[in-house]
C-alpha cells in the first residue's frame, strides 16, 4: 500500500469506528492530512472533549493523550505510538515536586502542561506556552514556582519582572539545545528573515528573536505577515508545514537538531494499525489522578486560559 492507501483506510475505518483523530502540529504532514483536528497539545484535548465520537486516537507524545483523557474521562483515549514520551514532562516526579513545595511553602507551583498527569495533581495552575505569561499575571500571589521549563519560565519572569519566579533545572532537550551562534548563522544566510522561536529556547535565543511564542503562535504570525521570508525556532515539522500552506513565503529551520524523536516516533502505518486494533495504548488513569490534575487544569481556566 502506499501513502495514499493506506490514508483511504484511515478515513474509513475511522469513520467506521467512530475515532476522533487529533494530532500534534510536530506530526508529519501525511498524518496531519487525515487527522479531523491539529493543532497545540491543550487545543487538542479541548477540540476532543467537544466532540462526539467516543474514542480519540491521539498522535503526539503521552502527556497529550493524558490531557485528553483527563479533559474527557468518560472517553477512550489512544496513544498511536507507546513509546513516544516527552522527555521533559518526565524530567520530574510527584515526589521531587512535592519535595520541593515543602521549601517553597508560600509560593503557587505552576506547571507547564507538559508534565505528567500525576505531577499535576499536585500543582496549583497549568499554563500552556501561549497562556503562560497572561495567566502568571493574573494569579494572585507574586511568588511563583515554575516547573518544569527553566527556559518558559524565564521568558515569563522577563515579561513579568513583578513576580519572584523560581526556576528549576528542566526544560525541553532539543529547544534549549540551540545555540546564539546558530541564530547569527541563520541570520547571516537570511538577512531579510523574521526569526520566530519558541519559549522553550533558552533566553539568548528568545531575546534575539523577531517574536517569542506557542507553535500555534508562530504558525499565525508567520501565515499573517506581510514578510517573505521566516527562520522558525521550533520543530521542524513547523517550518515543513508552513511551506506547505504558504507556498509564497519561504521558511527555513533555525537549526537542522530541531526534531523530536518522540513526536516523530509515530507513522502513518502505526495510526492504521491502532485503528485495526494491532497496536497503540489505552490511556488509563484513575479517578484521584484525573480529578486532582484536573483541579490544576480548572485553575488555569478559571484565570482566563
Ligand atoms: P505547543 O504547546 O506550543 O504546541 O508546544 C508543545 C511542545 O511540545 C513544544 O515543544
Ligand atoms: Fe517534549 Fe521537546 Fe518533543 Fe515538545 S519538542 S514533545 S517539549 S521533547
Same mark, same amino acid.
Given at each position: 500500500?502506499?501513502?495514499?492507501?493506506?490514508?483511504?483506510?484511515?478515513?474509513?475505518?475511522?469513520?467506521?469506528?467512530?475515532?476522533?483523530?487529533?494530532?500534534?502540529?510536530?506530526?508529519?504532514?501525511?498524518?496531519?492530512?487525515?487527522?479531523?483536528?491539529?493543532?497545540?497539545?491543550?487545543?487538542?484535548?479541548?477540540?476532543?472533549?467537544?466532540?462526539?465520537?467516543?474514542?480519540?486516537?491521539?498522535?503526539?507524545?503521552?502527556?497529550?493523550?493524558?490531557?485528553?483523557?483527563?479533559?474527557?474521562?468518560?472517553?477512550?483515549?489512544?496513544?498511536?505510538?507507546?513509546?513516544?514520551?516527552?522527555?521533559?514532562?518526565?524530567?520530574?516526579?510527584?515526589?521531587?515536586?512535592?519535595?520541593?513545595?515543602?521549601?517553597?511553602?508560600?509560593?503557587?507551583?505552576?506547571?507547564?502542561?507538559?508534565?505528567?498527569?500525576?505531577?499535576?495533581?499536585?500543582?496549583?495552575?497549568? /499554563? $500552556?506556552?501561549?497562556?503562560?505569561?497572561?495567566?502568571?499575571?493574573?494569579? *494572585?500571589?507574586? +511568588?511563583? %514556582?515554575?516547573? #518544569?521549563? &527553566?527556559?518558559?519560565?524565564?521568558?515569563?519572569?522577563?515579561?513579568?519582572?513583578?513576580?519572584?519566579?523560581?526556576?528549576?533545572?528542566?526544560?525541553?532537550?532539543?529547544?534549549?539545545? /540551540? $545555540?546564539?551562534?546558530?541564530?547569527?548563522?541563520?541570520?547571516?544566510?537570511? *538577512?531579510?528573515? +523574521?526569526? %520566530?522561536?519558541? #519559549?522553550? &529556547?533558552?533566553?539568548?535565543?528568545?531575546?534575539?528573536?523577531?517574536?517569542?511564542?506557542?507553535?500555534?503562535?508562530?504558525?499565525?504570525?508567520?501565515?499573517?505577515?506581510?514578510?517573505?521570508?521566516?527562520?522558525?525556532?521550533?520543530?521542524?515539522?513547523?517550518?515543513?508545514?508552513?511551506?506547505?500552506?504558504?507556498?509564497?513565503?519561504?521558511?527555513?529551520?533555525?537549526?537542522?537538531?530541531?526534531?523530536?524523536?518522540?513526536?516523530?516516533?509515530?507513522?502513518?502505518?502505526?495510526?492504521?494499525?491502532?485503528?485495526?486494533?494491532?497496536?497503540?495504548?489505552?490511556?488509563?488513569?484513575?479517578?484521584?489522578?484525573?480529578?486532582?490534575?484536573?483541579?490544576?487544569?480548572?485553575?488555569?481556566?478559571?484565570?482566563?486560559?
Amino acid at each position: 500500500m502506499n501513502t495514499a492507501n493506506i490514508q483511504e483506510e484511515i478515513l474509513k475505518l475511522k469513520k467506521e469506528k467512530g475515532v476522533c483523530i487529533l494530532a500534534h502540529s510536530y506530526q508529519a504532514r501525511e498524518i496531519c492530512e487525515i487527522a479531523d483536528y491539529v493543532g497545540d497539545s491543550y487545543q487538542l484535548s479541548v477540540w476532543g472533549s467537544q466532540e462526539k465520537a467516543d474514542t480519540m486516537l491521539l498522535c503526539g507524545v503521552r502527556f497529550m493523550a493524558e490531557t485528553a483523557k483527563i479533559l474527557s474521562p468518560e472517553k477512550k483515549v489512544l496513544l498511536s505510538n507507546p513509546i513516544a514520551g516527552c522527555p521533559m514532562a518526565e524530567q520530574m516526579s510527584r515526589d521531587m515536586i512535592a519535595k520541593i513545595k515543602e521549601e517553597y511553602p508560600d509560593y503557587t507551583v505552576v506547571a507547564y502542561v507538559n508534565t505528567i498527569a500525576e505531577l499535576k495533581t499536585i500543582c496549583d495552575v497549568c /499554563v $500552556t506556552s501561549a497562556s503562560a505569561v497572561r495567566i502568571v499575571d493574573q494569579i *494572585p500571589n507574586d +511568588k511563583i %514556582l515554575f516547573i #518544569p521549563d &527553566c527556559n518558559l519560565g524565564a521568558y515569563v519572569a522577563k515579561m513579568l519582572p513583578h513576580k519572584t519566579v523560581k526556576l528549576l533545572n528542566g526544560g525541553c532537550p532539543l529547544h534549549a539545545a /540551540v $545555540t546564539p551562534d546558530e541564530v547569527k548563522l541563520a541570520r547571516t544566510r537570511h *538577512p531579510e528573515a +523574521k526569526l %520566530l522561536v519558541h #519559549p522553550e &529556547c533558552i533566553p539568548e535565543v528568545a531575546a534575539a528573536a523577531d517574536f517569542v511564542g506557542s507553535t500555534t503562535a508562530i504558525m499565525k504570525y508567520a501565515q499573517e505577515s506581510d514578510a517573505k521570508e521566516f527562520i522558525i525556532g521550533t520543530e521542524i515539522s513547523i517550518a515543513e508545514h508552513l511551506q506547505y500552506d504558504c507556498p509564497d513565503k519561504r521558511f527555513y529551520p533555525l537549526s537542522m537538531n530541531l526534531i523530536c524523536a518522540n513526536m516523530k516516533a509515530t507513522t502513518l502505518m502505526d495510526v492504521y494499525r491502532v485503528l485495526q486494533g494491532e497496536a497503540g495504548e489505552e490511556i488509563i488513569l484513575d479517578d484521584r489522578t484525573i480529578a486532582d490534575a484536573r483541579r490544576c487544569i480548572d485553575a488555569m481556566i478559571a484565570l482566563g486560559g
